[in-house]
């Protein structure tokens, strides 16, 4: 992994703990992020704030309100400004890629496999 990428993703992990242990101090559920909670990007980090003292993760912004089970807070992260970053759907989509290419090379093999094995005459 690339060290960079390596250090994004541990600093998301401590970030996203912090947010816990913030938040079961100060009373507030997981559906809260509290203000100032840090979250990398690639410029640096990037805090949260809200004038009512949490950002609300239930709220319309959070909700699956189309057919596909996917919310504006999909693609919108805190990390990227709460902005549309390519980049990390560019990443989502490379990984699924080479898991969607493993499965069919399995698959053509195992077909392969078992053509193989009719032709045979035992």
């Given amino acids: 992994m690339d060290p960079k990428l390596r250090r994004i993703a541990t600093g998301s992990c401590l970030t996203l703990m912090m947010i816990v242990i913030v938040a079961a101090i100060h009373g ?38 189309g057919t596909n089970g996917r919310t504006c807070g999909s693609c919108h992260q805190p990390g990227d400004g709460m902005s549309v970053s390519a980049a990390n759907g560019l990443k989502e989509l490379e990984t699924e890629n080479a898991w969607l290419k493993k499965l069919l090379a399995e698959s053509l093999l195992e077909n392969e496999v078992a053509r193989e094995t009719l032709r045979k005459k035992w």
Wanted: hydrophobic share 30%; no cysteine.
């Fill in 28 to 65: 507030e559920g997981p559906d809260f992020v509290p203000n100032g909670a840090l979250f990398p990007n690639p410029g640096g980090t990037s805090r949260t704030f809200s004038t009512t003292g949490a950002v609300d993760l239930t709220g319309p912004f959070f909700q699956s309100l």
